[in-house]
């Protein structure tokens, strides 16, 4: 039997600790990996969480939430990261926009290494963030929570993107 490289962060956790950032509003495009996350986000009064249709138009209802005055962020899937690279390059990079995502690697088979998935779409989304000098960390398991904090924090000084990639399936 194979035993996994990445296990599950309950949602009781990251959502306590996206509270704790001061989040305002949570922009995403359903993501069945973090689908924990998301109903307690959306039954939280005191966070406002926004569907959209694209990962396109998320980075751009986060762009106009930061410029009005609010705490957003994004919880997307890898694969929108990929969708949305121009709009994550001119809003995000050239446009100096804070872009804290939680972005979970859906199909991620969690007993091997995100660089040994067979999957392209996650062993590919290292590389890619890294050739857009993104800062990626990369959570697999609770003791990892601490990256929420340094992604957003991160995001937020250098007015431009972070990334926290979701190894397992939140619980």
Not at 8 to 26: D, F, N, Y
Not at 89 to 118: E, H, K, Q
């Amino acid at each position: 039997m194979t035993s996994a490289v990445a296990v599950s962060v309950p949602a009781e956790t990251l959502h306590r600790e996206i509270k704790q950032l001061g989040i305002s509003h949570v922009v995403t495009v359903p993501d069945t990996h973090q689908r924990s996350l998301l109903a307690r986000l959306f039954a939280d009064p005191e966070i406002r969480t926004i569907t959209v249709a694209t990962e396109d138009e998320a980075m751009g209802v986060n762009a106009g939430l930061h410029v009005g005055g609010a705490e957003p962020m994004l919880v997307i899937q890898q694969l929108g990261l990929f969708a949305s690279v121009n709009t994550l390059r001119g809003l995000a990079l050239d446009m100096n926009v804070p872009t804290f995502i939680m972005a979970g690697l859906y199909g991620r088979d969690v007993t091997c290494s995100v660089a040994d998935n067979p999957q392209r779409s996650v062993h590919q989304i290292v590389p890619l963030l890294r050739a857009l000098a993104v800062p990626q960390y990369l959570m697999e398991s609770p003791d990892d929570v601490w990256m929420l904090r340094r992604a957003f924090d991160q995001s937020r000084q250098t007015s431009g993107p972070a990334v926290v990639l979701v190894g397992a399936p939140t619980a």
